[in-house]
């Protein structure tokens, strides 16, 4: 492969590596390996810059009774987490990540690595996760491919996950979200797919 051929490849598997990475920071408390100092400049808490930060994301409307409870900026990639007002344990956490968009990625190949890297991501929570389902829907005019996974955390409590990537005025966003199937929210995934523009 030549040095021109092996560039895109190179660029897809870092976007997607930081994507995770950024993913893996998030939803398993892997907050350590990054250094404390850097995500504690990085983690965005106050309701203001909340606003800002997922106004960069995306336009949408928050399901009823969810919250952005935190967010990121970090790299150059921004990332806004979405939960019930009340933060229930082990209730449906949604994230949105802002992943800067390259002419060379193609998005296709861009979701496979994703899809791919989660995997791992996954064994890393003892989350032990199988694709359960693979579903087509609209989001933001766009058909999109959602990736559902299920399976149980450690203690046997079963779990489910889905994610997709699709394009906003703003950029490309990678979906996430994740909870355990006994408090999953559908309705709610689904009023937030509804409102993204």
Request: aromatic share 6%.
């Given at each position: 492969?030549?040095?021109?051929?092996?560039k895109?490849?190179?660029?897809?598997?870092?976007?997607?590596?930081?994507?995770?990475?950024?993913?893996t920071?998030?939803?398993?408390?892997?907050?350590?390996?990054?250094?404390f100092?850097?995500?504690?400049?990085?983690?965005?808490?106050?309701?203001e810059?909340l606003?800002?930060?997922?106004?960069?994301?995306?336009?949408?409307?928050l399901?009823?009774g969810?919250?952005?409870?935190?967010?990121m900026?970090?790299?150059?990639?921004?990332?806004?987490?979405?939960?019930k007002d009340?933060?229930?344990?082990?209730?449906?956490?949604?994230m949105m990540?802002?992943?800067?968009?390259?002419?060379?990625v193609d998005?296709a190949?861009l979701q496979k690595?994703?899809?791919s890297?989660l995997?791992?991501?996954?064994?890393?929570?003892?989350?032990?996760?199988?694709?359960?389902?693979?579903?087509?829907?609209?989001?933001?005019?766009?058909?999109v491919?959602?990736?559902?996974?299920?399976?149980e955390?450690?203690g046997g409590?079963?779990?489910?996950?889905?994610?997709?990537?699709?394009?906003?005025?703003k950029?490309?966003?990678l979906f996430?979200a994740?909870?355990?199937?006994?408090?999953?929210?559908?309705?709610?995934?689904?009023?937030l797919?509804?409102?993204?523009?």
């Amino acid at each position: 492969m030549s040095a021109e051929e092996e560039k895109p490849r190179r660029i897809k598997l870092t976007i997607a590596g930081l994507a995770v990475t950024f993913i893996t920071c998030v939803c398993c408390g892997a907050l350590l390996m990054m250094g404390f100092w850097s995500i504690n400049r990085a983690m965005v808490t106050e309701p203001e810059k909340l606003d800002t930060l997922s106004a960069d994301i995306a336009t949408y409307t928050l399901p009823e009774g969810y919250s952005e409870i935190f967010g990121m900026d970090l790299m150059g990639m921004e990332m806004v987490a979405i939960a019930k007002d009340n933060l229930e344990p082990d209730a449906t956490l949604m994230m949105m990540l802002k992943i800067p968009t390259n002419d060379a990625v193609d998005p296709a190949i861009l979701q496979k690595e994703v899809e791919s890297a989660l995997q791992q991501q996954t064994s890393f929570q003892q989350l032990k996760l199988t694709l359960d389902d693979v579903e087509t829907r609209t989001i933001n005019g766009q058909e999109v491919t959602l990736t559902y996974r299920k399976g149980e955390d450690p203690g046997g409590t079963p779990y489910r996950q889905v994610s997709t990537l699709f394009e906003t005025e703003k950029g490309r966003v990678l979906f996430l979200a994740q909870g355990s199937a006994e408090k999953w929210d559908q309705a709610a995934i689904d009023a937030l797919f509804d409102s993204i523009r």
